[in-house]
């Protein structure tokens, strides 16, 4: 990043206007840094794929995204076993009308003979 006339700014610049901002408004003592790290902790509690937070962020990989944030997926294991419970309930509805289905045709048969 730089200024108008096309300076670089100094390293630090960005922090420190930011730092000074945050004191100004009297909001608690974060850094410009923390921001990156709330914007994909917030991403991945509400759903969004890692890889799109690994995009986001700029990560190299998405194992260095889920390294760094793998606490934030507490639940993820029991999510999948959850889904994995409503696949096999779907699948055993479709079966059970299916064989009740089957049956009921089967004695149609049989009545008919």
Not at 20 to 34: G, V
Not at 91 to 108: D, M, Q, R, Y
Request: with cysteine; proline share 4%; aromatic share 6%.
């Amino acid at each position: 990043m730089c200024w108008d006339n096309g300076e670089p700014f100094q390293p630090d610049y960005i922090s420190q206007t930011f730092k000074s901002i945050i004191r100004k408004l009297k909001l608690p003592d974060i850094t410009f840094h923390d921001l990156r790290h709330t914007h994909a902790t917030l991403l991945l509690e509400q759903g969004v794929h890692p890889k799109i937070v690994q995009e986001r962020l700029g990560h190299s990989t998405i194992s260095m995204t889920l390294d760094t944030y793998s606490h934030v997926l507490p639940n993820i294991h029991q999510e999948a076993a959850n889904k994995m419970d409503d696949i096999f309930d779907k699948n055993i509805e479709s079966v059970s009308k299916n064989v009740s289905k089957n049956t009921k045709t089967a004695n149609k048969v049989k009545d008919a003979e």
